[in-house]
């Protein structure tokens, strides 16, 4: 019942940067946390960031922490994930997700997730 759409992935260098946004309908944003993704060819999607319903509080793989940022416009229903410094290893496939869920014991697994975006690609050269 909530559909999820992805953009603003895209093909740049290593340290370069882009700005991904994730746009919702269908139910009352502010009534769910929302998390991002990555995928990439042989691996499992592992957790990026998630930030809760009224954006107070964030989290962040290790991975990311520092260069990524996460927020959310819950009047444009939108949220987003600068990512700085990108390097190569993030390459991969990049989605949104919703949840019902509050907790940060929760965010970081998939299974909690109620719904998804199709995902966009981010591909860092070197």
């Known amino acids: 019942q909530v559909q999820l759409v992805e953009s603003g992935g895209g093909l740049v260098q290593a340290g370069g940067s882009l700005k991904l946004s994730c746009a919702a309908s269908g139910r009352t944003f502010n009534n769910y946390a929302m998390g991002w993704f990555r995928q990439a060819p042989g691996k499992e999607r592992e957790f990026v960031a998630a930030?809760?319903?009224?954006?107070?509080?964030?989290y962040y793989a290790d991975s990311v922490k520092g260069r990524f940022t996460v927020s959310r416009d819950n009047a444009k229903s939108t949220v987003y994930l600068q990512m700085n410094s990108l390097k190569p290893e993030d390459t991969a496939v990049y989605y949104c997700?919703?949840?019902?869920?509050?907790?940060?014991?929760?965010?970081?697994?998939?299974?909690?997730?109620?719904?998804w975006g199709q995902g966009t690609q981010v591909t860092v050269s070197s």
């Open positions: 997700a919703a949840t019902t869920y509050y907790s940060g014991l929760y965010l970081s697994s998939r299974a909690n997730y109620n719904y």
């Open positions: 930030i809760r319903r009224s954006g107070d509080i964030t």
